[in-house]
């Protein structure tokens, strides 16, 4: 991603799911980048149980043990997730991109 196509903060989240009309378990964030919507109750947004889930193997409902969330809320995250593969990549490249320019991933030693 170049650095003139960073996420605009003014952009609209993708909330829209087949089949839901409204999220029970995921709602809005103040993040100053981030448009995804995360858990209800934290800061952990939905990409980030996503990942988990996936790097862990884990089924529904060992993912809901593990963040101690209801099983319900695991099923909304994989929905959300499934439906914004657009947002969330997008929201990705603007993550490894600050990262550059705040030196994550640098050593100061070397």
């Known amino acids: 991603m170049s650095e003139s196509s960073h996420i605009d903060s003014s952009e609209p989240v993708q909330d829209v799911t087949p089949g839901y009309t409204e999220w029970k378990y995921l709602t809005t964030s103040k993040h100053f980048w981030r448009t995804q919507l995360f858990v209800m109750g934290g800061k952990v947004p939905a990409s980030d ?30 929905a959300y997730c499934e439906a914004n593969k657009e947002l969330l990549a997008r929201e990705d490249a603007e993550a490894l991109r600050l990262s550059k320019t705040w030196g994550v991933g640098t050593c100061a030693y070397s």
Do not use: K, R
Request: net charge negative; hydrophobic share 55%; no cysteine.
């Open 49 to 78: 149980v996503l990942a988990a889930i996936t790097a862990n193997n884990q089924t529904v409902e060992e993912a809901a043990a593990f963040w101690g969330y209801p099983v319900g809320a695991i099923e909304e995250v994989l």
